[in-house]
């Protein structure tokens, strides 16, 4: 799956910022899709993740970073194969480049959903700059 994440740009403290990461084509929904942030002084760091709950294939779960909790909320649009982190109430430390990574349901567990060297694909990144 190609991945294409979008929506980055330069907010001020407590702005909100909605990054969308589109799919070329229908993502399968074994696919779990996760963002990630990095910085010049950081490794890539686990913000958010939503899965398809493998029992129905029906419904979604997400998971969250604690730093992001309450204030970042990923959902995904099936029909247009596109999933969004909308962020609001940004802090100067969410500044980074941020990613979007597809991880296959095999691999899927509440560890290995952080860890980016499990995921197989990933888009291209898009900064995002919080401050004043």
């Known amino acids: 799956v190609q991945l294409q994440a979008s929506g980055g740009g330069s907010v001020q403290p407590g702005g909100s910022l909605r990054l969308s990461c589109a799919a070329s084509?229908?993502?399968?929904?074994?696919?779990?899709i996760g963002w990630f942030r990095q910085t010049s002084e950081t490794e890539r760091e686990f913000v958010a993740h939503?899965?398809?709950?493998?029992?129905?294939?029906?419904?979604?779960?997400?998971y969250y970073a604690d730093s992001v909790k309450g204030r970042f909320t990923i959902s995904r649009d099936n029909p247009e194969s596109t999933v969004y982190l909308q962020m609001d109430n940004l802090k100067p430390e969410d500044t980074g480049v941020y990613y979007c990574?597809?991880?296959?349901?095999?691999?899927?567990?509440?560890?290995?959903?952080?860890?980016?060297?499990?995921?197989?694909?990933w888009g291209q990144g898009t900064l995002v700059t919080v401050s004043s």
């Open positions: 939503i899965s398809r709950v493998a029992s129905s294939w029906s419904y979604d779960i997400s």
């Open positions: 990574a597809a991880l296959w349901y095999v691999r899927w567990s509440t560890s290995n959903m952080e860890n980016p060297g499990l995921y197989d694909s």
């Open positions: 084509g229908r993502i399968d929904n074994r696919y779990s």
